[in-house]
C-alpha cells in the first residue's frame, strides 16, 4: 500500500553564479508581453481622465452614473469636474480666443461700413474700433493662459461689452437713418459671439446681463437721435436677445458635458474588458500548476527565436524528473504535484535572464536558451541539474534519495541554423533519453558530449524508467 505523505515546502538555495539571480518561476515571457502591449493599445483610450484623476473604478462610475441621471448642465462633482476643465478646457478657451480675434477682425473691417454710411468724426471711430480690436486680441491671448472660472470669464465678457459699448457709440453719431442699424448690429454681433463659442453657461448669463445693461448706459451717456426714455423698447430686444443666447448656451453645454461622461462610462468599460482580455492572455499561456508558460506559449516562443536569427545561437533544454512515476506511486498525486512546483521553482532559480522556462508536459520541463554559445548552454544544463538536486527533496520511491533530473541539451549556432525548430527539440529529446539511459541525474548534450552528474552505482543498474 502506498504511503501518502505531505511535502511541506522547501526553501531552495539560490545558485551559486555570477550576475542577477533569475525570478521564481517563469521568466519573462515575450510573447505573453508583446500581446499584452498590443491588448493595452488597442483597449486603453487616449487621455484617459479617470485615469488622470486616480478614481478607482469601483468609484468612479457611480459618479458617472449619477451625474449622467441628472442631465447635468452646470457643474459635476468636485472630482469630474476637475477632470472636465482639465480635457475641454483648452480647448474651449482656445476656441474663445479664436472667436475673440476673428471679432477683432471684424471689427477694424466694418470701418468701411462708417466711411460708406458718412459718419460724423470718422478718424475718431477707427480709433474707437481700433481700441476695441486691441481689447479683444489682449483677452484672446490672456485666454489661453486662464487659469481659473472666474477669470475666463472676466475676458470674455469685457470684449463682449466693449462691442456692445463701441457699435452703440457709433450708432449714436451716424446719420439718423443708420441708428437703428447700428443698434441691431450690435446686438446680434454680442448674441453671436455667445452662441458660437463653447462657453460656460455661466460665462454667457455673465455676459449677456452686463452686454444688456451697457445698452441703457450708451444711450444715456451718448447724445444721439435715439433718447432711452423714447426708446426702452431697444434695451427690452437686447435682453431677450441675450436670454434666448443664454438658452442655447445651456443646451450646448448639456450636450457636451453628457457627451463628456458617456466618453468616460465607454473608457471605464474598454478598461474592464482590456484588462479582462490582458488576464485571459495570461491564462491562456501559463501552466496553473507551476506558474511556468505553458506549451501553447513554448511553442510560439520558440518559433519567435528561430526565425529572429539573431546572436550566436539557440539552445534548448529538455528537462524529465527521475523516476517521477513512483514518487506518485508512493506519495500520491497531491504530493506529485507539489514535487513538480518546488523543481518549477528550482528551475527558476537557476535561469539567466534571458532564458524561457515552460512545462512541456507531465514531468517534463523546456528551457530555450536565446542569444547563447554552446559553452554557455553546457554550463546552464548543469546549473539546472543542480539547483533541483540540491532541493534534498526525499524521494518516497527511492529510499527517501533527493529528487533529480535528467537534461538533455541541443544547439545550433546562427551560421548552422536550417530546417525547423522542431529539430532542435527532437536533438534535445534524444540527449535526454540517452542520459535517463547512461542512470539519470546527468546532463548530456545533442553531440554526445557529457555534463557533469552523479549516480548512485545501484541506479546504474536498474532498468531505466520514466
Known amino acids: 500500500m502506498a504511503h501518502h505523505l505531505v511535502m511541506p515546502p522547501l526553501a531552495i538555495p539560490a545558485p ?25 493599445r488597442a483597449w486603453t483610450p487616449r487621455g484617459d481622465a479617470l485615469k488622470q484623476a486616480g478614481l478607482p473604478d469601483d468609484e468612479a462610475l457611480p459618479l458617472i452614473e449619477e451625474a449622467l441621471a441628472r442631465r447635468p448642465s452646470r457643474s459635476f462633482g468636485p472630482s469630474l469636474e476637475r477632470q472636465y476643465e ?33 459718419l460724423s468724426r470718422l478718424g475718431q471711430a477707427v480709433a474707437w474700433r481700433a481700441g476695441l480690436a486691441a481689447l479683444c486680441l489682449l483677452c484672446a491671448a490672456l485666454l489661453r493662459r486662464a487659469a481659473q472660472p472666474w477669470q475666463e470669464s472676466l475676458l470674455f465678457c469685457l470684449p463682449c461689452v466693449g462691442v456692445m459699448l463701441v457699435i452703440e457709440v457709433l450708432g449714436q453719431r451716424a446719420p439718423a ?20 463659442t463653447p462657453v460656460r453657461l455661466a460665462t454667457a448669463i455673465g455676459a449677456g446681463l452686463a452686454s444688456a445693461a451697457a445698452f441703457p448706459v450708451a444711450l ?68 496553473t500548476l507551476t506558474g511556468l508558460g505553458n506549451r501553447r506559449q513554448f511553442d510560439a516562443e520558440a518559433r519567435r527565436l528561430w526565425d529572429d536569427g539573431r546572436g550566436p545561437g539557440l ?30 521553482r528550482a528551475i527558476g532559480c537557476a535561469l539567466r535572464e534571458e532564458d524561457r522556462a515552460s512545462r512541456y508536459g507531465g514531468e517534463e520541463f523546456v528551457v530555450l536558451l536565446p542569444c547563447t554559445g554552446r559553452e554557455e548552454v553546457a554550463a546552464v544544463g548543469e546549473r539546472l541539474r543542480a539547483s533541483v538536486q540540491a532541493l ?75
Not at 539571480?21 to 508581453?33: D, R, V, W
Not at 442699424?181 to 459671439?193: D, E, F, P
Not at 530546417?419 to 541525474?441: P, S
Open 220 to 287: 444715456a451717456l451718448v447724445p444721439g437721435p435715439l433718447v432711452l426714455q423714447a426708446n426702452w423698447d431697444m434695451p427690452a430686444f437686447a435682453l431677450g436677445a441675450f436670454a434666448v443666447g443664454a438658452v442655447v448656451v445651456h443646451r450646448h453645454e448639456a450636450s457636451r458635458r453628457t457627451s463628456f461622461l458617456h466618453t468616460l462610462r465607454h473608457e471605464h468599460a474598454a478598461r474592464e474588458m482590456g484588462a479582462l482580455n490582458a488576464e485571459l492572455l495570461r491564462l491562456s499561456s501559463t501552466d
Open 86 to 118: 482639465a480635457r475641454r478646457g483648452p480647448a474651449r478657451r482656445g476656441r474663445m480666443a479664436i472667436a475673440l480675434s476673428v471679432t477683432a477682425a471684424g471689427v477694424m473691417a466694418a470701418s468701411a461700413l462708417d466711411w460708406v454710411d458718412g
Open 177 to 196: 437713418q443708420f441708428v437703428d442699424r447700428y443698434m441691431v448690429v450690435a446686438i446680434i454681433s454680442g448674441v453671436a459671439l455667445l452662441v458660437s
Open 16 to 40: 551559486s553564479r555570477p550576475g542577477r539571480q533569475a525570478p521564481l518561476g517563469p521568466g519573462p515571457q515575450t510573447i505573453y508581453e508583446v500581446a499584452l502591449k498590443l491588448h493595452k
Open 392 to 466: 534534498g527533496l526525499p524521494h518516497p520511491g527511492q529510499g527517501g534519495t533527493p529528487v533529480t533530473v535528467s537534461v538533455g541539451l541541443a544547439w545550433r549556432g546562427t551560421a548552422l541554423r536550417s530546417g525547423q525548430w522542431a529539430d532542435l527539440l527532437r536533438e534535445a529529446d534524444q540527449a535526454l533519453y540517452a542520459a535517463k539511459r547512461a542512470g539519470r541525474n546527468r546532463v548530456l548534450h545533442a553531440d554526445g558530449a557529457a555534463g557533469s552528474g552523479t549516480t548512485p552505482p545501484e541506479a546504474a543498474a536498474r532498468t531505466p524508467q520514466t
Open 315 to 344: 539552445g534548448v533544454a529538455l528537462i524529465d524528473v527521475d523516476h517521477f512515476k513512483s514518487f506518485n506511486d508512493a506519495a500520491g498525486h497531491e504530493a506529485g504535484d507539489t514535487c513538480l512546483r518546488e523543481v518549477a
